[in-house]
């Protein structure tokens, strides 16, 4: 597995089972061996490939190799994490919406 790593903004784009290595050839994008591509594609999109002449993209990217059952583990040490920032919020709408209430019951 590999994570395919936006370095021109410094940010994960995501997880890929296999990498699309590209080149461009007469201003096309076409499939590429790892040691001719100057390029990536994911999600349908170009990136210039680290220390390359790159495919005329805007930005660039890497892809680092990685332990599957690790980044699915930070997958989901993610989506708990988020889940329970989701809950707090939930909660606390509850919260200031039932003291409002309250509030609007006593001018009454």
């Keep these: 597995m590999y994570q395919i790593i936006n370095t021109t903004q410094g940010q994960l784009l995501g997880y890929a089972?296999?990498?699309?290595?590209i080149r461009n050839k007469e201003g096309v994008y076409i499939p590429a061996s790892e040691e001719?591509?100057?390029g990536?594609?994911?999600?349908?999109v170009a990136?210039?490939?680290?220390?390359?002449d790159g495919v005329g993209a805007e930005e660039s990217a890497?892809?680092?190799?990685?332990d599957a059952e690790a980044a699915l583990n930070d997958l989901q040490d993610r989506n708990n994490m988020l889940e329970s920032q989701l809950v707090y919020t939930a909660m606390m709408t509850?919260?200031?919406v039932e003291e409002e209430q309250e509030e609007d019951?006593?001018?009454v």
Excluded: H, K, M
């Design 17 to 21: 089972s296999e990498v699309l290595f």
């Design 36 to 38: 001719n591509a100057t």
């Design 40 to 44: 990536i594609a994911f999600q349908s």
């Design 47 to 52: 990136y210039n490939l680290e220390r390359t």
């Design 62 to 66: 890497i892809a680092v190799e990685i």
């Design 94 to 96: 509850d919260t200031l």
């Design 105 to 107: 019951e006593g001018d």
